[in-house]
């Protein structure tokens, strides 16, 4: 019997180590921790579009209703409702640039600013962006948009809208 029992004994597992996993699971955490503390955070503040009116009394000065349009072909304004169209087509046509399709921001950004100036109180602007634009472009539009050359804030409140009236 004693055979049976020392065979018994030496078939028994023993408890599994697991300092070494807690060990490696605590560096691990910490690693991704740290790393965090490297990426870049953006925040874009984007306003949904809202129903009806304002409710307040309406102003003397009609309401800009800035829309902007991101098509394939190039970029559109509309300003009061009324669309603001280049001689053959978009206000600003898609350039190419680096074998790339792109827009002329900066023509966009200069466009905003004189209109800015003559509606120096309204800070809303809607953009519309055909279903194939790139993030990127969208994120150039609304800097144009935000903020001047020389770093003046123009048109903070965005607002998007899907569709696109051509």
């Known amino acids: 019997m004693s055979r049976l029992t020392r065979r018994r004994e030496s078939e028994e597992l023993g408890e599994p180590e697991i300092l070494p996993m ?11 921790m740290g790393m ?6 953006g925040v874009i503040e984007v306003q949904a579009p809202q129903l009806g009116g304002s409710g307040g009394a309406a102003s003397a000065k009609p309401d800009l209703n800035l829309t902007i349009m991101i098509l394939k072909s190039g ?9 603001l169209r280049g001689e053959a087509g978009p206000l600003f046509p898609a350039i190419e640039k680096g074998g790339r399709q792109t827009y002329d921001f900066d023509a966009l950004a200069a466009k905003l600013e004189q209109i ?3 509606y120096p109180g309204e800070k809303r602007v809607i953009i519309m962006a055909d279903p194939d634009t ?17 770093g003046q ?9 899907p569709g696109i009236m051509e």
């Open 153 to 161: 804030i123009m048109f903070d409140e965005v607002a998007f809208v």
């Open 75 to 83: 970029i559109n304004l509309s300003v009061g409702g009324a669309m």
């Open 116 to 118: 800015k100036l003559q």
């Open 36 to 41: 965090s503390a490297f990426l870049p955070i």
């Open 134 to 150: 790139i993030y990127d472009d969208i994120t150039h539009v609304m800097d144009a948009a935000r903020i001047s050359r020389t």
């Open 22 to 32: 807690m060990n490696v699971l605590f560096m691990l955490v910490m690693v991704l």
